[in-house]
């Protein structure tokens, strides 16, 4: 291709809504524009890098067994009612002439469950694989970034489908091979988590964390073991066991932070003395609790009550973390098995304490199971609300002023956390990532409540055993940039460049420099060198600035160096590395170079 017939509206100035490095360097680089909020085109150059993405994926997909198909971007409501997944709240919603209720497709495993129980009914069918890579829809409140958070986007998505957890294991590590080898060619560094499963359910999951300081997910890492899981996920491990029942580190689920046996306190008859209420007028937050009553907020219990069960009015649970903690409601979720778990609204929260938001407190609370954080067990003179407006309990003891139903890890892990896995002494830290795949155990989630069934060797009726896996090829898209950038530009990785090589004559005018161009073009086009010819009226200058700005990962200058029949060959992500190249030995010495960045 020759830069004067190919359209790109590159930009000197940073663009005012760009947030982070990679949203900057694709506008300023022509690579995308956007359209609105969460939605951008894809312009000649960013849609040659998301192709060669979905290329290398597709070729990763097909090598583990799987087949490409198409589904449609409208599902209709009720397939999402079968799974109860149309209340999800990023669902764009729409009516067709006949007032049916529709959504733009968020993922598709509705319609890729409906397809198979259509289609598949015996176990000899199975395993299968099926995928597309397809634009999503999702109505995020903040779409941020660019690419990475985005409402309109494209995704690989893929679904496996067995008769046994056996056929699962195998259909789940074959994809995180797969993800393995895909991140590679496209020149990424990852790390491999544990995650929450989230919206799209199942037993297990792990995610494709690129690191990056503008990632929006907290990934904490062990210090000691190398164990990483996002900070909704990671369990945090106890420092020692303690007496009344409480089970250790060693004897919880791993990676929840679950006991295998509840640990039901019961409530002591001892009095404490300490312990009275106060009046805290206006004052129903932490900051303000603590500046009233000038105490820390290590010194303070968040009484949070919470709905279990999937709706506003379900089961009420008191859970307790300290002032300075964020309760995990996915943690919580886990723990309770009573299905999901929601914030309680004012009018649960009145009900079951008697007060308004901000003055909960467990002293006192009938009828509402109780559980606390592990970080609680063994403390004491503590604040709490005083179910009473305006009014907060002090010199509170748990397990003394009030019984604890169950101690569980239902707190968000933070960086200096002790590890959760069983024998590690070592100590979270904290970085920042950018999610570019999650692959899921489904298990029967979808399959049972859809009906999709096989029937077994023996004759019995089971249902389907699934896996889901996501990839983001957009996302992947801008992690590159997030990963490969300098204070000049994109630092494309060779696999995934909009093309490999750029060539740069310095003079137009001169027929020498010309000449020489349009033939080392030539060559490297029949040696299978996707190279781009800059053959622009343009100064040296601006031909040099826009190399560096878009990231082409070899340039090519052919300038005052041919009159000694050489021209000069640089690597993008090394400067210093420029060598004179005789132009007979040109076109072969830069086939190996790219070859050799690709691998």
């Known amino acids: 291709m020759k830069a004067s017939q190919l359209f790109i509206p590159t930009l000197r100035e940073v663009p005012s809504e760009a947030e982070i490095i990679s949203h900057r360097l694709m506008l300023r680089g022509g690579f995308v524009r956007k359209l609105a909020a969460g939605v951008y085109s894809y312009l000649p150059l960013g849609l040659r890098v998301h192709q060669k993405i979905a290329n290398i994926v597709r070729e990763e997909m097909n090598a583990i067994g799987g087949q490409e198909l198409f589904m449609p971007v409208l599902v209709p409501k009720e397939l999402l009612d079968e799974s109860g997944r149309s209340s999800v709240d990023v669902l764009f919603p729409l009516k067709d002439k006949n007032q049916r209720d529709f959504f733009l497709g968020f993922t598709h495993e509705e319609v890729v469950t409906d397809i198979v129980r259509s289609y598949v009914t015996s176990w000899k069918q199975l395993p299968l694989t099926l995928y597309q890579i397809q634009t999503k829809f999702r109505d995020e409140a903040r779409p941020r970034g660019g690419l990475i958070r985005g409402r309109e986007f494209t995704m690989k998505d893929s679904y496996s489908f067995d008769f046994d957890e056996e056929g699962l294991d195998r259909s789940f590590q074959s994809h995180r091979a797969a993800y393995e080898r895909i991140f590679v060619r496209c020149g990424l560094e990852y790390l491999v988590i544990d995650a929450d499963s989230g919206a799209i359910g199942g037993s297990q999951s792990n995610e494709f964390m690129v690191l990056a300081e503008s990632g929006e997910d907290t990934v904490l890492l062990c210090d000691s073991c190398g164990y990483a899981a996002n900070a909704e996920k990671a369990g945090i491990g106890r420092v020692e066991s303690r007496e009344s029942g409480v089970v250790s580190r060693e004897s919880r689920v791993e990676g929840t932070g679950q006991p295998t046996v509840g640990a039901v306190a019961v409530q002591s008859k001892i009095q404490n003395p300490k312990s009275k209420t106060v009046s805290t007028p206006g004052a129903h937050t932490v900051a303000q609790v603590c500046e009233f009553l000038s105490v820390d907020p290590t010194q303070l219990i968040k009484t949070i009550i919470v709905t279990a069960g999937g709706t506003p009015r379900g089961t009420p649970v008191a859970a307790l973390v300290r002032g300075d903690r964020e309760l995990n409601l996915a943690k919580l979720a886990a723990f309770l098995q009573m299905g999901p778990v929601e914030m309680a609204d004012a009018v649960v929260v009145q009900r079951v304490t008697g007060a308004p938001v901000g003055f909960a407190g467990p002293v006192g609370l009938t009828g509402v199971r109780i559980v606390a954080d592990y970080e609680l067990q063994g403390t004491s003179d503590l604040v709490v609300g005083a179910n009473e407006n305006d009014a907060h309990r ?202 050799r960045l690709k691998t």
């Open 394 to 595: 002090v010199g509170v003891t748990p397990e003394v002023d009030f019984a604890v139903s169950d101690w569980a890890d239902i707190r968000v892990a933070i960086a200096g956390d002790p590890c959760v896995q069983a024998g590690c002494t070592g100590h979270y830290t904290e970085a920042h990532g950018i999610e570019v795949g999650h692959i899921f155990k489904l298990g029967t989630k979808y399959s049972r409540d859809m009906k999709a069934q096989v029937q077994l060797e023996t004759g019995e009726n089971r249902d389907v055993i699934m896996g889901c896996y996501g990839l983001g090829i957009s996302r992947t898209m801008a992690s590159a940039i997030e990963a490969h950038h300098d204070a000049d530009g994109i630092i494309w990785p060779a696999g995934i460049a909009p093309f490999e090589a750029v060539i740069i004559p310095v003079n137009m005018k001169d027929e020498a420099q010309c000449s020489a161009a349009t033939t080392l073009y030539a060559d490297l086009q029949s040696r299978g060198v996707e190279a781009l010819l800059d053959d622009r009226d343009e100064r040296s200058g601006v031909k040099f600035k826009d190399a560096d700005l878009i990231g082409y990962p070899v340039k090519i200058v052919i300038g005052r160096g041919l009159a000694e029949g050489n021209v000069e060959v640089g690597l993008r992500r090394d400067k210093s590395s420029t060598e004179a190249v005789p132009v007979a030995e040109a076109a072969a010495h830069i086939a190996t170079l790219v070859n």
